[in-house]
DNA sequence: GTCTATATTGCGATAGAC
DNA sequence: GTCTATCGCAATATAGAC
């Protein structure tokens, strides 16, 4: 316990430091004043401000190994599909800096882009895929429907709520409470159309 | 016109660059040696590197001024919403570098996105917003449909499918041979759902 | 394991020659 | 307008004491 304090404090300031300025735009110096651990302790425990980094990373995109067990729930695929839409919202509550790596990595890759970000994005999409593709079997959706475009779609619309929301909290309310209200509607969207 | 010359340059270096690896992950240095003009340039035209930085983000969101010229449209809101979707791939196409500057800026904003980004971001929103409350009133759309919610739906789903490119080149075809066929998907999904 | 002190490199900005 | 040379500072990494 006590060898990983200073370790998990490291990689706890620097997972909201690196998400709010960047990897290039935190120093290591003012990272570990911040964690109140002496500069060096970073080479030691990561090897360097890459190593650091490389581990929050790590630690941020390890969520998306739960998308396998929707897969494998025993409902239909529309119900598959409401579980993914709140399942990546309740993920972008309980990690609020994994969409700020997430966009960052995607459209300024690091080393780390292959290793760790692509692999996970990845799986998820591949899963929301072929529970399309299963309702496109099963007559359930209609059958000219892309699911590749159509699994974009929905991951795109969930991921861009929290995205836009620094320009448009002051019109809308992005608040947990509306969480399910936006579930329905996201669901009605896609059921009913407009 | 030869005055202009170097100054073009060196946006025209700095957009790519900048886009490539953010602000603080590029050097004045390596960036005018690129546009192959002195490192005193920057500071002679732009006051520095932060003024460089804003000029090529001023250059990037001058062109959602268009959206405008989208509710003036003679039509309906489902042809206006149609040229919204078409508008919103081909500005990804004509700038490519646009949504690199649209995320990070929404995820890690500097002393800018409240002038440039946020008035563009903020404007093109609204104008869609109304559009979707015009069918709602019309009855044309559902009347329990959120006009605000479905927006920003609209947004992520185009936005969202240049931003994975990385990430999903592998399995989907991103080339705008298929633009056309992607905004009828996308015009389908909303009028017919699933 | 943890610290301080330091070596080394690279940064942004600018003075001053042309 | 444009360049070279340089100033002053902050960056990462690490040696060596404890």
Known sequence: MEKKDYKTALIATATRLFAERGLNGVSIRELSTAAGVSISMISYYFDGKEGLYSAVLLDQFSCFRYMESIKERASGPLEKIEEYVRWSIQRNRDY?????????????????FSIIVQPALEKALHILIEIIKEGVENKQFREDLNPEDTALAMAGM??????????????INHSPERDEELIRHYMDLFTKGL
Request: aromatic share 26%; charged share 15%; no cysteine.
């Open 96 to 112: 609020p800096y994994l969409l700020r790596y997430y966009t960052s990595e995607l459209t300024n890759p690091t080393r780390y």
């Open 158 to 171: 969930v991921n861009y709520y929290f995205l836009s929301t620094l320009a448009t909290q002051k019109f």
